[in-house]
Structures are given as C-alpha cells and as structure tokens.
C-alpha cells in the first residue's frame, strides 16, 4: 500500500508540472474559436408512430475536411436508449412507415443520394433506390407500400450556336454559357442547370421511379397522400409567368392512375404545403392574398377535397405559420410559429382558437440566432422537436400525450460546454425614440461579468430583413463575448414574429425608423452603466449590413464597423440578385429607373460622404444574393472618402458565409481584428 501510494504522489507531481496555468484554466473556460468545429446539434426529430423512437438527423463537423457531416441517430423517448442509425456522415432525411417498423433515409455513403430502408426488427438497411440526382420531399403512402418524392429531371440543352471542332490534342477554351431564363443562378448552388424539379413515386420495397408530372415548372415540397394511396396532392407554380410572379403557387393534384393534374385553388398568392386530412376529405395549406407587401402572414387554411369552402383557421393569431400536420382523429392541426424571438408548436381546431404546446423550438442556426428548428407529431399525439437556449445549440425533447412538460433526450453538446462558462444571454425590452413603439432585445454578457466594470459593446443585426432573432445559441455571439464584449441584438420594427403590422413597418421604407430603434436600444443598454459609451462597435450581416452601413452614414458613435454581406446599391442590387422577379415588387414599388430617387434615398450609397467611422466589408465570392460587386461599390465610395476600409473576400463563400466551419471562425476573426484596432480605452 505504501508503494502503491508513493507511485500516486509521483504521478500527480508530474502531472502538475505539465498542467496548464491557472489563466490557462480561465481561458480554456470560455468558447474558443476551435470549439467550432466540436459543436454539433440536432435536426429532423421524426417520432415513431407510436411515441417509442426519436430518429433525428445529428449535425457535427469534421475538421480535418472543414465540413459539415450528418447522421441518422435513434433516442428512445424515455431518454436511455441513444444509437446510430448511419455512420457515413452524409445522410439524413428519417421518415418513419405509416406502422413503425421501417425507417426510410437517404444516405450518400457510395457518392451520390439514394433512398435507403432501415428494418427496425432486424437493424438491417437495404439501398432501395439507383437515382441519378438527389430525392427531396420524402412521403410514405398511408398503406405504407408506396413512397413519394421529388427529383430534377435534368434537360440537355441544345447548342446555341455550331462551332469547329478542336484538333486532336488542342486545349481550347471552355465553351460560351449562354442564359436566356430569368433565374439563372441561385445563392448556394450556382448557375442553374437545365431541367426541372418533378414528383415520382415508386414502391416501398425498391423498384423503378415512375415520375407523375412534367412540364418546364419545378415540383417543389412535400406531396400529401390522400388515405386511398391514389392520388397525391402537392404544390407548385405552373402559371406561364412562374419567373415573373415566383409567389403565385397553387394547390394541385395528381392522380396515380392516369397522371392527370387537376387544380385545387386559384387565387393570387402562394398555396402550399398541403397535407390531407386523415379522413380524405380536407386539406389543409398555408398561404395568403398576395399584396406585394414586404411582410406577409402566412395563415393556415382548411378547404374541402375538392378545393371548395376555404377558410382561414389561424386569422386571429397573427402570426406567420409553418409546417401543418394533422391530428391521427383528424380533429384539428398542429403548426410550427415564432412569436416575440421565440418558435413554438401551437394546435388548432378548424373554428377554434390556437393555443401554443411547447416553446423553445430551434438550434439549428448555429452561426446566429436566427429562428429554426422543427417537430413531428407521433399517433398518440406526442410531439418530438429540437429545443434550444442560449448557451445549447439544438437537442431532441418530447412533450408526451399527458405530460405538461417537454422531456430533453439528448445532451450532445455537455461534453463541449459542461466545463465552460458561456455568455448568459438576458432580454431586454424598451421604447423606440421614434414612436414609443415597444421593441425586444436581448444582451449576451462575457463569462465571469461584472456589473461594476465597464465593457466594449457590440451591436449585431439581424439580416432578412423579414427575420428575428431570440435567446438562442449563437457561436458568433458566444465567441464575441468570449472576447470582453457585451453583444446586443435587437428585433427591430420589420422583425418577424410581432405581427404583419409591425413587420410592415418597414414597408418601401427600409432602412428607416428600424434605425431610431436600434439607437433606441444602444441607449438602454447604456443606461445599465456597465458598458463604455466610447466603446461601441457595431456589425451586421444580410439586411443587417444594409442597416450597419446605414448607420455609420447617420452617426459616429461606433469606433468601428463591420458590414458584412450588404445590399449598398438597391438599384444595382435588384438587377443583379439572384431572384429578379421578386425584390423589384415587394421591397419597392416599382422597377428602379420608374422609382430612381425612392431607390437611391434607401441605398446606404447616397449617405457614404457622411462616413467617418472605420468600416471593413466582408462578403463571400460566391454570393448571389448580395452580389460582391455591393461590397465593392462602398469600398471604392470608402476609398474615395479616404476613410479607413478594408474589403475581406471569402473564397468560394455564398450568402451564408459559415457554411464551412473555418469561415464561421475566419469571419469572427476578421470582426473582432478590426475591432481591437479601434478598441483603445
């Protein structure tokens, strides 16, 4: 025994004298920039028809290829059981059988997406399908022996002009890419190839896809079986000016039999996501009367089978909503909704009021905290989601028939965070300046604050801006606080989530009073006394660069800014973004040289010879939603103003930026350097 103890007191001499520091132990207490590339979280809770199984889709990176990867996972939902389905770290997708013993996925593990069956029984998966492009929208059929889903079909275009060919061996040019279609390109994927997206079917137990529609229109979404398995009901826009009216979808349905398509509404506006009734006899859909407003809200409707009788079921919550499902009695609708920053699963009875069950839906916008996330409902009436707070990116919890409190499955990220001080993340509500409207904010504080300090602030904005943010985990936050900044984000007027009114606010009036409360909110936040007022730095991406550009054009009260992803030109922008028939007509009222001096009035441009404040651009290369040549325009108006910039140019980034795990940490990278230059107390 005295050996045995002797031994132990040599060991843990040697082990303290590799230990880290004590300051070390404080700094590996907060979140560091490669902490990233540890953070996972859950996506697509798929609860088992009867309330046994969670299967859901876990997210997590891989730092040696700087990707995203996912897999199929299964929790029982008395949270002990927790096992993969997958380990390719590419698939994703679980739908449960109408009877629970199969678990469909797609999965990419040979190199391209395909349907595979996972027999719950034996644990074996079968590759059902040999597809050529990746499926979507994935339905079993109510008899559990047919599965829906759509596919593009591409087309071979035909050379628009004949030229020689090359000698034998030569290293010619690649040929001319000639567009002729309105959206030729899209943020994220690229120039758009030729075909389009289509609805097929094929049987459960693998066989050949039939596709059941055609057309040069795309089939997006999920289709909805009506219980007979013979028809199926799904939207689209298949109106001859889809390019110039990209909202006016409509319910439709095909029949298996013949493929004959049959119209189920009509009006102007979008009609989508239908799911039919478990009786066959309605179907419910979201949508609205078109209006070419900003900000619409997205009602829930119920009409009969053969399209009559439609009628709003969701007009008095007045707020958008998403994702219907319905009740196995068929007696009311489940729906996914934000309100005040916060998703949540509501239920309602056709003439009945809506009611919310479960709040604290999201986690899966992990760069900022944006709204997300999404629910099942099992045939008991369970209901599976992924939650979020503001310290966990999203886990898997259930709301069981009869329970009055969600149950949390999972703990994916304790191993990460459990050890770690994070951010505490507070609301903070106030008076605009501009009306005495109240607005909703929430302030991050630094791990180990102190209210008798004094902290550099940053101010960050939300994009959209039809969008909003809430209490919920943000790594760009995080790592921002991690830093000694107090970080402040705010829901302006445009938000989502108070209601059309307020979203419409900002309606061909943008940027506009959404700054009054931004200002509005800097000064609450100054009024608690622990933040430096000469300290103030601000940033923004999307619609919350448009609003950051915006804002060093009006004061200098920031010692520096980062406008990250901006529409800078909103004349140039709408000729050049990536949906040409939609921006023009919503956020304006009319094409630019019609309303010239109303586009050029909103465009941060017109305020760059006010501009003192130093202001770094950051955008991705590839982005076609706010076009690099945005960023480019400020910067030379920047230059040109001999005020001090810097343009950061992504490689290979869209809109989004963080799609790879190192562009998260290189864009807080570059925020934060260009904040410590001007961080001098």
Do not use: C
Request: proline letters at 7%; hydrophobic letters at 35%; charged letters at 25%.
């Amino acid at each position: 025994m005295k050996k045995s103890l002797s031994s132990l007191l040599v060991l843990l001499v040697a082990v303290l004298a590799i230990a880290p520091s004590a300051a070390e132990y404080v700094a590996d207490r907060r979140m560091t920039p490669m902490d990233v590339f540890e953070l996972e979280y859950a996506a697509d809770p798929q609860i088992a028809p009867d309330g046994g199984y969670v299967a859901y889709v876990r997210n997590y990176m891989d730092v040696m290829t700087d990707r995203r990867r996912t897999d199929v996972w299964l929790v029982h939902t008395d949270g002990g059981k927790h096992w993969p389905v997958t380990d390719s770290g590419d698939a994703g997708s679980p739908r449960w059988s109408p009877d629970g013993k199969r678990l469909l996925y797609v999965s990419s593990d040979d190199g391209s997406s395909q349907l595979y069956s996972r027999d719950m029984e034996t644990g074996r998966s079968t590759r059902l399908t040999r597809l050529t492009e990746g499926p979507g929208g994935i339905r079993w059929s109510p008899d559990g022996r047919s599965i829906a889903f759509t596919m593009r079909v591409p087309a071979r275009a035909e050379p628009f002009v004949t030229l020689p060919s090359a000698p034998e061996g030569a290293e010619w040019a690649e040929a001319a890419r000639v567009i002729r279609s309105m959206t030729y390109r899209r943020d994220g994927s690229g120039y758009v190839e030729p075909g389009h997206r289509h609805l097929f079917v094929m049987p459960a137990d693998g066989g050949t896809p039939r596709q059941l529609t055609s057309g040069e229109f795309n089939h997006d979404g999920t289709p909805s079986w009506t219980p007979d398995a013979e028809h199926l009901v799904f939207s689209a826009n298949r109106h001859e000016n889809f390019e110039h009216e990209p909202s006016n979808s409509e319910i439709y349905e095909v029949a298996l039999a013949d493929g004959k398509i049959r119209a189920l509404t009509e009006r102007f506006g979008p009609d989508r996501d239908p799911v039919v009734s478990p009786d066959g006899k309605r179907i419910a859909y979201l949508g609205y009367d078109d209006r070419y407003q900003g900000y619409q809200v997205m009602r829930l409707y119920v009409m009969n089978r053969d399209g009559s009788g439609a009628r709003a079921v969701t007009e008095a919550l007045d707020r958008s909503v998403r994702s219907p499902v319905w009740s196995r009695d068929g007696k009311g609708l489940y729906f996914r909704y934000d309100d005040r920053g916060t998703s949540h699963v509501g239920y309602v009875e056709p003439g009945g009021k809506a009611k919310p069950l479960v709040a604290g839906m999201g986690g899966t916008s992990i760069g900022r905290p944006y709204a997300g996330g999404s629910f099942s409902v099992s045939d008991d009436g369970s209901i599976a989601f992924n939650t979020v707070s503001g310290t966990r990116p999203g886990d898997v919890a259930v709301l069981l028939k009869g329970k009055d409190e969600p149950k949390t499955l999972t703990r994916l990220n304790e191993d990460l965070f459990g050890h770690k001080e994070l951010a505490t993340v507070e609301e903070i509500v106030f008076d605009s300046s501009h009306d005495g409207r109240s607005i909703q904010g929430w302030i991050a504080k630094p791990p180990g604050f102190d209210p008798q300090r004094k902290y550099p602030l940053i101010l960050e904005i939300h994009g959209g801006p039809f969008a909003n943010y809430g209490p919920r985990f943000a790594a760009e936050v995080q790592l921002f606080a991690a830093a000694g900044y107090v970080v402040v984000y705010i829901n302006p007027r445009g938000s989502t989530s108070y209601g059309q009114e307020f979203g419409n606010l900002i309606h061909h009036n943008y940027p506009g009073e959404d700054y009054d409360d931004l200002m509005s909110g800097i000064d609450a936040v100054l009024a608690q006394g622990y933040v430096d007022p000469e300290r103030m730095f601000v940033t923004g991406g999307s619609g919350g660069g448009v609003l950051t550009a915006w804002i060093v054009g009006k004061t200098d009260r920031f010692r520096a800014a980062v406008v990250a992803k901006p529409v800078i030109n909103w004349y140039s922008f709408v000729l050049t973004a990536d949906l040409p028939g939609f921006f023009y007509k919503y956020w304006f009222p009319g094409l630019p040289w019609d309303h010239t001096e109303h586009y050029m009035k909103r465009s941060p441009l017109s305020l760059a010879g006010n501009v003192e404040t130093p202001t770094m651009l950051l955008t991705g290369e590839a982005d076609y939603r706010t076009p690099m040549s945005e960023s480019e325009q400020y910067y030379q108006a920047l230059k040109l103003m001999r005020v001090d910039t810097a343009l950061v140019r992504i490689p290979d980034a869209s809109h989004g930026i963080t799609a790879r795990p190192s562009n998260l940490i290189s864009k807080v990278a570059h925020i934060l350097k260009w904040f410590e230059m001007y961080d001098r107390e």
